[in-house]
């Protein structure tokens, strides 16, 4: 679904990816892991089309998006569920979700199935789709920010750390969620702190460090390899 070939970007001028090549196949879960400043969210950013690549191509479906503009990589089937969130807080968690699916707003049945299936997936979201999103606790944003994802109606997800700062039981119910949502036939694309509870979800493992794929393979296999467990995943 997802070919990332040579690619390279960063920040004023400054590479932070260095010549990564990533496939994601279709309807698997792929997780991204590394360290902090290993170049995760840069890629993720580079995918959506919020950074422009320095070298490489990137291809979905067989077609280059490599310099084409978000909102036409969101058109395309990419939907991106950035670290830290970024909801409107002060909006209703309902008026937030509606705004994920602004390309798809000219089906409006679409739009209302789309949401109802977020609703399906999250009931407690149901409940509170009146109340502002920035009341919600921070599972529950969470939540939030994978359902407006869900809205613009993807075939492929990006979720960057979306257990960051929850709770364990909290971090366990998202990631279930990720498997549901897997099983519906979406592929995701997903970075993680918690290497050990992401690969037992996951279908393949790409190990970034300084910019770089270090290792890649099965989940099972990475997350059996105890040198691997020691020397790259902190475990």
């Known amino acids: 679904m997802l070919t990332i070939t040579g690619l390279s970007a960063g920040y004023d ?11 994601a196949e279709q309807g698997d879960i792929t997780v991204l892991l590394g360290a902090n400043g290993s170049g995760k969210t840069t890629m993720f950013r580079t995918i959506s ?24 990589i969101v058109s395309a ?9 970024h909801l409107f807080p002060k909006m209703s968690v309902e008026k937030n979700l509606v705004l994920g699916g602004y390309t798809r707003r000219r089906n409006r049945s679409r739009q209302r199935e789309l949401l109802d299936q977020v609703f399906e ?28 994802a869900l809205t613009a109606d993807p075939r492929l997800l990006i979720l960057d750390e979306p257990s960051m700062g929850l709770a364990p039981l909290v971090v366990k119910q998202v990631l279930e969620a990720v498997v549901e ?25 790409y190990v970034l460090a300084e910019g770089r ?23």
Do not use: C, W
Not at 213 to 235: F, P, W
């Open 13 to 23: 001028a400054i590479d932070v990816l260095h010549s990564v090549d990533i496939t």
């Open 49 to 72: 089309g919020l950074i422009r690549p320095t070298a490489g191509e990137i291809a979905f479906d067989g077609r280059s998006i490599t310099r084409r503009p978000a909102s036409a």
């Open 77 to 85: 089937g990419i939907a991106h569920s950035p670290e830290g969130r």
């Open 121 to 148: 997936l999250f009931p407690i979201l149901h409940q509170k789709r009146h109340d502002p999103a920035g009341s919600l606790s921070g599972g529950q944003q969470q939540m939030v920010a994978i359902g407006r």
């Open 181 to 205: 949502i897997n099983r519906t036939g979406i592929g995701v694309l997903l970075a993680e702190q918690n290497a050990t509870q992401a690969l037992r979800i996951a279908h393949r493992g």
């Open 213 to 235: 794929v270090v290792l890649s393979g099965r989940a099972d296999d990475l997350l059996h390899d105890s040198d691997v467990r020691a020397a790259y995943l902190g475990m």
